[in-house]
């Protein structure tokens, strides 16, 4: 299902947009329904991944390329949604967590105008988001997700608090 609505408010405007029609390489077979990896090292006694993932993580890699320290990109987990900033625009995202697959569908994000290079670097995150099939949470410090080809797709780090 392709959708694009715009939301208009003061000094902002908010596109949602499914992130498979941001990337067009969402295939059938990557549906949830029909998950082809699972990892997860989940701590003993989590049930929920996004409860288990709360708080504030730094992004390591995005796509497969290292995101240097000092472009603070980050990605927030609050109360199920994760919200991820790479330096201008905010995009948030709602996962289905299942046995066996996660899932990232519908995107939200702000519109404002961003110097190209990172715009790109945008786009290029919503276009993984849309592939996301599994993660990895490695001692509670580090998680993974991975596309459908298991490659890593994103990687991040818990803050220090």
């Known amino acids: ?3 694009l609505i715009y939301l208009v408010a003061p000094a902002f405007a908010f596109v949602v947009q499914s992130a498979a029609a941001c990337s067009g390489l969402l295939a059938q077979s990557q ?3 029909t998950p082809q990896l699972l990892r997860s090292n989940m701590s003993a006694g989590a049930t929920d991944p996004a409860t288990q993932l709360q708080g504030e993580w730094v992004l390591t890699s995005v796509a497969g390329t290292a995101v240097p320290d000092e472009a ?3 990605m927030n987990v ?3 949604r994760f919200s991820f900033n790479l330096g201008c625009n905010t995009i948030n995202v709602l996962p289905e967590f299942g046995p066996g697959y996660v899932y990232f569908g519908d995107v939200i994000t702000t519109s404002m105008a961003c110097p190209p290079e990172l715009a790109k670097r945008e786009v290029q995150l919503v276009e993984v988001l849309a592939r996301i099939e599994a993660m990895q949470v490695g ?3 580090a998680v993974a997700f991975y596309d459908a080809a298991n490659g890593l797709a ?3 780090r818990r803050t220090e608090q």
């Open 1 to 3: 299902m392709n959708r």
């Open 31 to 33: 549906s949830p329904a």
């Open 72 to 74: 603070r990109a980050t």
């Open 78 to 80: 609050d109360a199920g």
């Open 139 to 141: 001692a509670g410090d």
């Open 154 to 156: 994103i990687g991040a």
